[in-house]
């Protein structure tokens, strides 16, 4: 399977060249779509340099303003699967806290897989420089996703996560609700529901961000708190 890794961007000058050039150090021919949503700190022009410089590898997208990761995401993957030489999609974020060197075993894991999560707790608690608090949200956030939506997973809140084209075409990007965070248990949830798709899961050490600021904030969590909820009476 030919692989391209979707990194959507706002404000991350400071990491976006080093997490290209961590992606292309990886085994297996990765490209990128980096995707920005009219970042001001320069962000989309940097990453037209990164394009010039490895033509055919890094490709753009450029949009017109910031609506959310969900929306980066649909954008991103509807550009993907109109360029039918890509059969493996994966997705990132651009700060570095998911490390390339895990793309590889995702590629591996979706010769069995449909779908593929990277999971922070597949095997106990696997994050780095996240104070208690963080933690127990973000531990909460995935026992209550469970709770809510019946899926099995370990962790279905996470967003390093990998996809056949035919599982990501299956989904309905174009019936998406979610603009924040919530995209990322949106997009699992409704593969989850299509049963003729598998989704495996992967165990990865999360490491919070070094440089720049979390786009995390109080409406993007009741966002998900409700989605959820929103979800599940969907789905039913």
């Known amino acids: 399977m030919k692989p391209i890794v979707v990194v959507p961007t706002y404000n991350e000058i400071e990491n976006l060249e080093r997490i290209v050039g961590l992606i292309r150090e990886q085994p297996g021919g990765f490209h990128i779509l980096i995707v920005d949503d009219n970042s001001p700190d320069g ?8 394009s010039s410089r490895y033509p055919d590898e890094v490709h753009v997208l450029h949009r017109d303003r910031k609506e959310g990761l969900g929306r980066a995401y649909v954008a991103g993957f509807g550009q993907v699967l109109q360029m039918p030489e890509y059969d493996a999609i994966l997705q990132m974020d651009a700060d570095l806290s998911h ?3 895990y793309l590889p075993e995702f590629m591996k894991h979706l010769e069995t897989f449909d779908m593929v999560l990277g999971s922070r707790y597949l095997h106990g608690v696997n994050v ?3 104070d208690f608090k963080r933690l127990l949200l973000s531990k909460g956030a995935s026992l209550y996703v469970k709770l809510i939506t019946s899926m099995p997973y370990s962790d279905a809140t996470g967003g ?3 996809w056949r084209r035919e599982a990501l075409n299956a989904i309905g990007l174009d019936r998406m609700f979610s603009n924040g965070y919530l995209f990322q248990i949106e997009t ?4 989850h529901r299509i049963k003729r798709f598998s989704i495996g899961e992967i165990s990865i050490v999360f490491r919070d961000r070094d440089l720049g600021r979390s786009k995390i904030d109080l409406p993007i969590i009741l966002e998900a708190i409700w989605g959820v909820i929103r979800l599940r009476i ?3």
């Open 128 to 130: 780095l420089n996240w």
């Open 43 to 50: 962000t989309g022009r940097l990453a037209d340099e990164l």
């Open 234 to 236: 969907a789905g039913r």
């Open 188 to 191: 699992t949830y409704r593969l």
């Open 160 to 162: 390093f996560k990998a």
């Open 99 to 101: 490390d390339p060197s």
